[in-house]
């Protein structure tokens, strides 16, 4: 089984590797402010890569071990394409010998030589700024928006009518996007909780395999008072952050996919910014900058039904969505399909043996369960709890 690279870092340059990180929408954690899986989880759900700092624990287990065989067991639980882990300089050695099975070299942080560099350079007064490349399905040939419909047929559960409806509109929005006639891809999801409406826009930025999260807004964080300054920030004058949310997510971004949740809970002046930002295709934030989302797709979701979103969205922005589906409960074959898919997912990070057989011995336990669980985040809570209980015992 391969092993994974940690990397290290100099802690004369903590601070700066920890702003640029941040900048990259990167979250740098030590182990100890991840007590469990759930708060790795949450990280990650909102669209985050985190990096966790092991200089802590390896410091401990340098002068006890006896705590050794269970970090190895909580490590093998955060492995994962969204984790990173890194160490001080001076521990590097250290972690290869006691973490051996996991860890297979080390690496300095990708950043570090850009803080020599600007070291060395530190009174040229040369500033660079690089332009960073979106992309967008828009870029997409015939044949890779074909492999993106095969992404999400693998990793999307159920909605086959959704999905297929979804690749021939982005067939569509390529073509007249080409030539100005359809600025921006709306896609509006309803449904009840945890039957993949999330995930769909999730897994459209994995495809893009972007270096910066998924721009992420949940207007079920905002209050209803000045959510649209919140949201592209608040005008000159002002006292408080200048830039929102949406603003600085987008400036930190590679992939021109967003994704609106809980939309419904949005007040009528974000409603009437999004229908005249899906009739222009930009938008222009309190400071005077000018966002061009032109070749985006937007994904908006709620747990409104079908007879709701009429009621509760005006209909002159209700007309904009190019894609308005609703997501159905699933069906018991479709949270089959979803549990095996997952269960292999997970254990193939564990560093265990015999797979196979954790993995039968596992489908088979939640086989009577399956059809009382009500959505996906149900399903993942049922898996995590028996590889947990199988693994430590």
């Known amino acids: ?44 759900e909102d669209g985050f890569k985190v990096e966790i700092d092991l200089t802590s624990a390896v410091s401990l287990l340098m002068v006890n071990e006896e705590s050794l065989y269970q970090f190895e067991l909580y490590l093998n639980t955060l492995l994962g ?32 030589t850009t803080i020599v560099s600007e070291e060395v350079n530190e009174n040229s007064n040369i500033k660079k700024k690089e332009g960073v490349a979106i992309n967008k399905v828009t870029n997409l040939k015939n044949d890779e928006i074909e492999q993106l419909y095969n992404h999400l047929n693998t990793n999307i559960v159920g909605h086959s009518d959704f999905k297929k409806i979804f690749i021939d509109k982005v067939k569509s929005f390529s073509v007249f996007n080409s030539i100005g006639e359809h600025k921006i891809l709306s896609v ?13 826009a999730k897994e459209i930025h994995k495809f893009f395999m972007g270096n910066a999260p998924l721009v992420k807004i949940n207007f079920g964080n905002y209050s209803s008072q000045d959510s649209l300054n919140s949201l592209i920030g608040s005008p000159r004058g002002y006292i408080g952050s200048d830039d929102g949310e949406l603003t ?16 419904e809970k949005a007040d009528k002046k974000v409603f009437n910014f999004f229908l005249e ?27 409104l039904n079908r007879k709701s979103f009429g009621e509760k969205l005006p209909p002159e922005l ?16 479709d949270k089959e399909y979803y549990l095996s898919l997952k269960l292999q997912q997970l254990i193939s990070k564990l560093n265990i043996e015999d797979k196979e057989s954790l993995m039968q011995e596992i489908e088979q336990a939640t086989q009577n369960t399956l059809s009382r669980l009500n959505n996906l985040r149900e399903i993942n809570r049922v898996l995590r709890d028996e590889i947990t209980k199988r693994v430590l015992n």
Do not use: C, W
Not at 318 to 333: M, P, V
């Open 248 to 263: 600085r997510k987008l400036q930190k971004s590679d992939v021109g996919i967003i994704l609106i949740d809980e939309f």
């Open 188 to 200: 509006f999801l309803l449904g009840p909780s945890g039957v993949g409406k999330t995930e769909f």
């Open 318 to 333: 209700r007309s904009r969505f190019d894609i308005k589906s609703e997501f159905l409960s699933l069906s018991l074959e």
């Open 81 to 112: 394409e969204d984790t990173t882990f890194i160490i001080e300089e001076n521990y590097a050695e250290k972690v290869l010998n006691l973490f051996g099975f996991i860890f297979g070299k080390t690496e300095a942080v990708s950043l570090y």
């Open 1 to 44: 089984m391969p092993r994974n690279t940690v990397y290290t870092y100099s802690k004369k340059h903590f601070n700066k590797m920890y702003e640029d990180k941040e900048k990259q929408g990167v979250i740098v954690v030590s182990i100890a402010q991840i007590p469990n899986k759930s708060q790795l989880d949450q990280y990650i």
């Open 277 to 303: 930002l899906l009739e222009e295709g930009n938008f222009t934030n309190s400071l005077g900058d000018v966002f061009d989302l032109n070749g985006y797709v937007i994904v908006f979701t709620s747990n």
